[in-house]
């Protein structure tokens, strides 16, 4: 199975900051997703970037995606309190989806 | 409501004492996964289940067992539960991702905490 591994493990910002997360993969991928999980809640999907488009935006989010060097990171601008949660990437290829530790944001009021 | 529903939502129970953890989504999903999320060990993935009657190990999948007898519904069976199996546990659905093709998102249940002393 695929898994991507999130970096930083945690990140802490204060309100209005943006906010960056890394996801890096080791095998060729379809897409990548990313998913939030609030406290002790499921996981919630955020944006898929399929593996032929290089940079997708959905609101607040931008994600980029580099399948030369495997990796993908996701933007958060003018982060908010409510951005606080953990964040997940799933590289995805044939195989079912699977999830690394995710990167714990804390955006501080 | 579009939705993944689990139950019981919080459970504690004692060494080995069978407790079955129920899954269902309304929204046609032929993919059902279950995972297990741990301190500093992220979610792992200990079942999934690619359509009716088809079913298939995760990373995780020792003391547990699973059913998919009907779409909607797809039972976690721990036949006798261990301390090392306290954790949280989701069920997800999507559709089926097609081999070669691009894998859909993901919809999870609430998740259930599951204590076993």
């Known amino acids: 199975s695929q898994q991507g591994e999130e970096d930083p493990q945690a990140l802490s910002i204060q309100e209005g900051e943006n906010a960056t997360m890394n996801c890096s993969y080791k095998?060729?991928?379809?897409?990548l997703q990313w998913y939030r999980q609030n406290s002790g809640r499921g996981l919630v999907h955020l944006i898929l970037?399929?593996?032929?488009?290089r940079e997708k935006h959905s609101g607040r989010l931008r994600v980029t995606l580099d399948t030369s060097k495997k990796s993908s990171s996701l933007l958060i601008t003018a982060s908010r309190a409510a951005d606080t949660a953990s964040y997940f990437c799933?590289?995805?290829?044939?195989?079912?989806?699977?999830f690394g530790k995710g990167t714990r944001l804390s955006v501080i009021a | 409501e579009a939705q993944v529903t689990q139950n019981p939502r919080y459970l504690i129970t004692v060494t080995g004492k069978k407790l079955t953890v129920t899954c269902s989504q309304n929204?046609?999903?032929?993919?059902m996964s279950w995972y297990r999320q741990d301190p500093g060990l992220g979610l792992r993935q200990i079942y999934y289940?690619?359509?009716?009657?088809?079913?298939d190990k995760g990373d995780v999948p020792e003391g547990y067992k699973v059913s998919r007898k009907e779409k909607r519904n797809f039972p976690l069976i721990l036949e006798s539960p261990s301390p090392n199996q306290t954790s949280l546990y989701f069920c997800?659905?999507?559709?089926?991702?097609?081999?070669?093709?691009?894998?859909?998102?993901?919809?999870f249940g609430p998740g259930t905490r599951l204590t076993v002393t």
């Open positions: 997800a659905s999507s559709p089926t991702p097609t081999l070669g093709q691009v894998t859909y998102e993901q919809y």
């Open positions: 095998t060729s991928i379809n897409n």
């Open positions: 970037i399929r593996s032929n488009e």
């Open positions: 799933a590289p995805s290829g044939n195989t079912p989806l699977v």
């Open positions: 929204m046609n999903h032929e993919y």
């Open positions: 289940s690619m359509n009716v009657e088809v079913t």
